[in-house]
C-alpha cells in the first residue's frame, strides 16, 4: 500500500527562525515524486517544493529545502527565516505513475503557526 | 494565466438534497483531478480524467457521486442524494501534459451537509 505520514499535526516556529516538517511514506516504486504543498487558511493550495526520487540532490526554492533520504523513505521540508505568511497546513505527497495513470498521494498534513 | 475556477465557493444543504459543483481547469490542461478533503485530512482523489475519459474513479462512491467532462474542458461533480459524511471541501485541480506530474489546485467548494 501507498502511505504518507505526518507525524506533527501542529507545530510552531518564531518568525525568522527554523523550522523542519516531517514526512515519511512507503511504495515500492522505485521513480516516482514528492512534494510539499502549502494550504493557507480558507485559500487554495498551492505547490512548495518537488523533487524526483531519482535525483539525489536535494530540491531548494528560496527559504524552503528538502532534506530527501531515498533508502529512509524520508522527505523533510525545512523552512528558513519563517516569515507570518508562512502559516498555513503543509502537505506532504508522492505520486507514481501506474497503470497508466499519475496517482497522488497526500498526507494528513502539518498545522504551522509562525508566531511574531 | 488564469489559475483553476471552481463555483460555487461554499454551498450549504440538507441530507438528502443534491449538490453540484464546477471547475473550470487552466486552459489547455488535459488533465483534471475531483479531491474530496475532509476537515483534518488531507486530499482524497474522488475521480481522474485525462480529455474527457475516465482514468481513475476507484474511489468515487459511485451509488451517490458522478462526474462528466464532456467536451474535455470545464467539469460538473454532483451528489445525490447527499449524507452528512459528505461534509468536505472539494478540490478541483488540473495539469499540463508537458508536466503531467504538476497539479495546480482551485480554490474548492466548501460543502455543509445539515
Known amino acids: 500500500a501507498q502511505t504518507v505520514t505526518q507525524s506533527q499535526p501542529e507545530m510552531s516556529v518564531q518568525e525568522a527562525e527554523t523550522v523542519t516538517l516531517s514526512c515519511t511514506y512507503d511504495?515500492?516504486?522505485?521513480?516516482?515524486?514528492l512534494f510539499w504543498y502549502k494550504q493557507p487558511p480558507s485559500r487554495q493550495m498551492i505547490l512548495v517544493i518537488r523533487?524526483?526520487?531519482?535525483?539525489?540532490q536535494n530540491a531548494t526554492e528560496n527559504r524552503f529545502s528538502v532534506n530527501f533520504q531515498k533508502a529512509a523513505k524520508s522527505f523533510s521540508l525545512k523552512i528558513s527565516d519563517s516569515q507570518l505568511g508562512d502559516t498555513a497546513m503543509y502537505f506532504c505527497?508522492?505520486?507514481?505513475?501506474?497503470?497508466?495513470?499519475?496517482?497522488?498521494?497526500f498526507g494528513t498534513g502539518t498545522r504551522l503557526k509562525v508566531l511574531a | 494565466e488564469a489559475g483553476v475556477a471552481q463555483s460555487p465557493r461554499y454551498k450549504i444543504i440538507e441530507k438528502r438534497q443534491s449538490v453540484a459543483f464546477w471547475c473550470n481547469p487552466i486552459?489547455?490542461?488535459?488533465?483534471l483531478y475531483w479531491y474530496q478533503q475532509i476537515l483534518g485530512q488531507g486530499p482524497k482523489l474522488l475521480i481522474q480524467?485525462?480529455?474527457?475519459?475516465?482514468?481513475?474513479d476507484s474511489q468515487l462512491p459511485k451509488d451517490r457521486f458522478s462526474a462528466e467532462r464532456l467536451k474535455g474542458v470545464d467539469s460538473t461533480l454532483k451528489i445525490q442524494p447527499a449524507k452528512l459524511e459528505d461534509s468536505a471541501v472539494y478540490l478541483c485541480?488540473?495539469?499540463?501534459?508537458?508536466?503531467?506530474?504538476?497539479?495546480?489546485f482551485g480554490p474548492g467548494t466548501r460543502l455543509l451537509v445539515l
Open positions: 486552459s489547455g490542461h488535459a488533465t
Open positions: 505527497a508522492f505520486m507514481i505513475f501506474t497503470s497508466g495513470t499519475y496517482k497522488y498521494i
Open positions: 523533487q524526483e526520487a531519482y535525483k539525489q
Open positions: 480524467f485525462q480529455n474527457n475519459g475516465v482514468v481513475d
Open positions: 485541480a488540473s495539469s499540463p501534459e508537458t508536466s503531467r506530474e504538476t497539479q495546480y
Open positions: 511504495t515500492s516504486e522505485s521513480n516516482y515524486y
